[in-house]
């Protein structure tokens, strides 16, 4: 079936370090990528997507490349904020067809100043 | 521009109750979704409406919830009699239309405890 897998939180790190947070998917077709984020008390808001295959996405410092070969749309910052403490969801919306966004279980990050 | 409007934002409610989430989406978006999030999980969609007919519902439990969009404008959600596992975030979001780059935007959500 179609899903998303990604690393299991949380994830703590110290202001300034690099983050990397893994997601794969499975899909029939081909899909859109997303990253969502859900900052405390807040309703999940998109951070970045990309469309299509070596497509990166990037927003507020982080990106994501859609990489078809590996199915993965892993995501990065090269240093981060204490500001950036929130969990972060993986989703695609499948082609063909009205949109159906599927979601990964979610990655919470704790950042330490 | 106006977000996604949900209420309320808590409800408690005793196993066997009925309970109704209410949503308002963005002026002009088509496409209405309705996800559960329980604790630790990423939402799960429960049903997705194109103007005011249901295109998705295959993972709505349907002997107990219920959900309807009359005039294709707000929505909503029910859930009649509740069950404990029913505890989580009930979250709704809209989108433009059902295309494949459409961005949906999120509601804060309605989280619901049943005791």
């Known amino acids: 079936g179609n899903s998303v897998t990604q690393m299991e939180g949380p994830v703590t790190l110290s202001e300034e370090a690099f983050l990397t947070i893994n997601c794969t998917y499975t899909?029939?077709?081909?899909?859109?990528l997303f990253w969502y984020v859900q900052y405390p008390g807040e309703g999940l808001q998109l951070l970045l997507k990309?469309?299509?295959?070596?497509d990166k996405g990037s927003n507020k410092g982080f990106e994501a490349t859609y990489r078809k070969e590996t199915t993965s749309f892993h995501l990065e910052k090269g240093s981060v904020q204490v500001s950036d403490s929130a969990v972060y969801f993986c989703?695609?919306?499948?082609?063909?067809?009205?949109?159906?966004?599927?979601f990964g279980a979610g990655t919470r990050l704790a950042v330490h100043p | 521009e106006a977000g996604v409007a949900q209420s309320p934002r808590y409800k408690i409610i005793e196993k066997r109750q009925s309970v109704a989430f209410w949503c308002n989406p963005i002026?002009?978006?088509?496409?209405l979704y309705w996800y559960q999030q329980i604790l630790g999980q990423g939402p799960k969609l429960l049903i997705q409406f194109q103007n005011n007919g249901v295109v998705d519902d295959s993972q709505l439990p349907k002997d107990r919830f219920s959900a309807e969009r009359l005039k294709g404008v707000d929505s909503t959600l029910k859930i009649q009699p509740a069950k404990l596992e029913d505890s989580a975030v009930y979250l709704c979001?809209?989108?433009?239309?059902?295309?494949?780059?459409?961005?949906?935007?999120f509601g804060q959500g309605t989280r619901l405890t049943v005791v």
């Open positions: 979001a809209s989108s433009v239309t059902g295309t494949l780059n459409t961005e949906a935007f």
């Open positions: 899909a029939t077709g081909y899909p859109s």
């Open positions: 002026s002009g978006h088509a496409t």
């Open positions: 989703a695609l919306i499948l082609s063909g067809g009205y949109n159906k966004l599927i």
């Open positions: 990309a469309t299509k295959a070596d």
